[in-house]
């Protein structure tokens, strides 16, 4: 009995001709989160910066000590 999957080549032009893409995790985890409570709307630019930022105000005094 032949295999079917034996002359299968799993490369690139394969890959990207698949009919059907999947949502990222954090796509999907918004999702469930969003259809269990709504999110409050947020600014598109605000005037605090995201936590963690990368210039954040202890990054900076750290820094200019070193100097």
């Not at 799993?10 to 999947?22: G, H, K, M, V």
Request: charged letters at 40%.
């Amino acid at each position: 009995m032949a295999d079917n999957w034996d002359d299968l080549v799993l490369d690139e032009d394969f890959i990207r001709s698949a009919e059907t893409a999947e949502p990222s995790a954090r796509a999907r985890m918004l999702a469930a989160r969003w259809r269990q409570e709504e999110p409050e709307p947020q600014p598109w630019r605000s005037d605090e910066p995201p936590a963690g930022w990368f210039f954040s105000k202890g990054r900076r005094r750290r820094w200019r000590r070193r100097s």
